[in-house]
């Protein structure tokens, strides 16, 4: 038990031989990861250490717990701070206890105001360690924390699951002239995405500011690796069926850890969304968030959800906006309900079988049958070697039908004249709009000569006179524009008998 002398056990940490963990380890942790914490409200030498070294030195100092400007946390401060610690217990294998502090008893973390001259100084901590000091987390009085609610989101909060991070055992991932062999993460790693132990605000191109638009509300990618690490993994952390909502209302950015059950990540928004299943998986949902300096966006959105290496989440919807998805090793459901939807498959075509069912496609490994994916809503699969549209009910049967009517049967395959009529379809050009634009592209001198064309494509024989006239009249008169009797051509059943449209619905259509 902490008293305001002497701190709990501790214990050391070894390397994992890991650099993205190794970056982010100190060289002590608290031995039982049933840690408690306090909220000190007197800065008497009744609570404080008063040794040089192992505690704050001499009470008439003006450091810490002695200066005039120490201070309580307010009631909302302390409900966030517990907020903060939570996200912690939520990923790791550890528990927080509150007490209530006397002259024998205090916490293993202790968290109270004070000040740094320095008004950029948010906060600062100490690591588990053998001196009363360990585990203590001062908050600045003259910094951002002393103005600013400490809401999720906030560069408040985020400083808080910081400090908590240092005081659980976790260092800073850059260089330190302290300790120069200490073990740093490189560069692209090295920024707020990826763990909120650094110092650095970057996007994923490496543009620089001094905050974001949204700040972490959890511990990230690689401080969860770490933590996991030093005190085991919370194997109760969403062990059930979860669903992980989000919309366009609010602004998110976290990292995903769910200890089991089969899991749905669900987007209602009508943005565009790109959404990433795999382990360490990186997503944009809903409301951007950017790097800002000095309020202002720098560069492209960062990855404002992630998920955690270890986690599995097998499902997941999107909503009203042209979406990216990418799956995992595991079956997924991927339903990208309304817009131009895209599942990208890191992989040759050859190694996956694609099968039509009532209500999309299944696609399936070759070599792992445990891993198959069933695609809804879905408008585009991508492979590495090629790719497939497969809403040949919809805009790449209008393509592939405009195009065996226009100009033959043999172009169906051509892969470029399918992504251009794509291109332009999934731009919002109507059925008829299409039409004409292929009429044009066709380069037809008369109507006389577009009715021909479109006959011969129908019916491999050149029409008579008497056959192709009242086309011809139609069209001259005004009485049907080009791109609708493009249209009609198209939808006859003699041009999709022609194109094998039943059997591209099986299969889909390449495009470039």
């Not at 001062?138 to 999720?152: C, K, R, S, V, Y």
């Not at 955690?308 to 459901?333: L, P, R, Y």
Request: charged letters at 15%.
């Amino acid at each position: 038990m902490p008293t305001p002398f002497v701190s709990s056990s501790v214990t050391d940490i070894h390397p994992a031989n890991v650099n993205t963990i190794d970056a982010l380890l100190s060289d002590l942790r608290w031995t039982n990861p049933a840690i408690s914490y306090s909220f000190p409200t007197s800065n008497s030498p009744l609570f404080w250490s008063t040794q040089p070294g192992s505690g704050y030195g001499s009470p008439f100092g003006d450091g810490e717990p002695w200066s005039s400007a120490t201070t309580a946390l307010t009631t909302n401060d302390q409900i966030n701070f517990e907020r903060a610690l939570q996200q912690w217990a939520n990923v790791a294998n550890l528990s927080f206890i509150k007490v209530t502090e006397t002259s024998n008893e205090v916490g293993d973390i202790r968290a109270m105001y004070s000040v740094d001259p320095d008004e950029f100084t948010l906060a600062w901590s100490y690591l588990p360690g053998f001196s009363a000091q360990a585990g203590d987390i001062w908050i600045n009085t003259l910094g951002l924390l002393n103005f600013q609610e400490w809401d999720p989101g906030s560069i408040s909060f985020e400083t808080l699951l910081h400090e908590i991070g240092h005081a659980l055992g976790l260092k800073h991932p850059f260089f330190n002239s302290d300790d120069p062999a200490a073990i740093t993460l490189p560069p692209n790693l090295d920024n707020t995405i990826h763990t909120i132990m650094s110092y650095t605000y970057a996007d994923l191109a490496g543009n620089e500011g001094n905050e974001f638009s949204f700040h972490p509300t959890t511990p990230m990618l690689l401080d969860i690796a770490a933590i996991q690490y030093v005190y085991g993994a919370n194997n109760n952390f969403h062990a059930g069926n979860e669903a992980y909502n989000y919309d366009d209302t609010h602004a998110y950015h976290e990292t995903l850890w769910d200890a089991g059950g089969t899991d749905t990540l669900q987007y209602t928004g009508t943005a565009s969304a790109s959404v990433d299943l795999k382990p360490a998986g990186a997503s944009f949902i809903g409301q951007p968030v950017y790097v800002q300096s000095n309020g202002v966006n720098v560069g492209s959105p960062v990855p404002n959800v992630w998920i955690a290496n270890g986690v599995t989440i097998e499902n997941a919807t999107t909503g009203q906006g042209d979406d990216f998805m990418i799956g995992n090793d595991n079956s997924n459901m991927l339903d990208g309900g309304s817009g131009i939807d895209t599942v990208r498959v890191q992989s040759q075509r050859e190694h996956y079988a694609l099968s039509k069912i009532p209500n999309g496609y299944t696609i399936t490994a070759n070599t792992n049958q445990g891993n198959q994916d069933t695609l809804t809503n879905i408008e585009r699969l991508q492979f590495d070697d090629i790719k497939l549209a497969l809403d040949l009910d919809g805009h790449a049967g209008q393509v592939a039908k405009l195009l065996g009517a226009v100009f033959g049967t043999a172009t169906v395959a051509n892969q470029e004249y399918v992504g251009i009529g794509l291109t332009e379809a999934d731009k919002g050009l109507s059925y008829e709009q299409l039409g004409e634009l292929a009429i044009n592209a066709a380069g037809f001198t008369s109507h006389d000569d577009m009715v021909t064309q479109l006959w011969h494509n129908l019916f491999g024989a050149v029409p008579s006179k008497a056959e192709k006239s009242p086309y011809v009249k139609l069209l001259d008169s005004g009485e049907i524009s080009t791109g609708a009797l493009a249209v009609l051509a198209a939808d006859s059943h003699f041009n999709t008998d022609n194109i094998h449209l039943t059997g591209l619905m099986q299969t889909g259509i390449a495009f470039v």
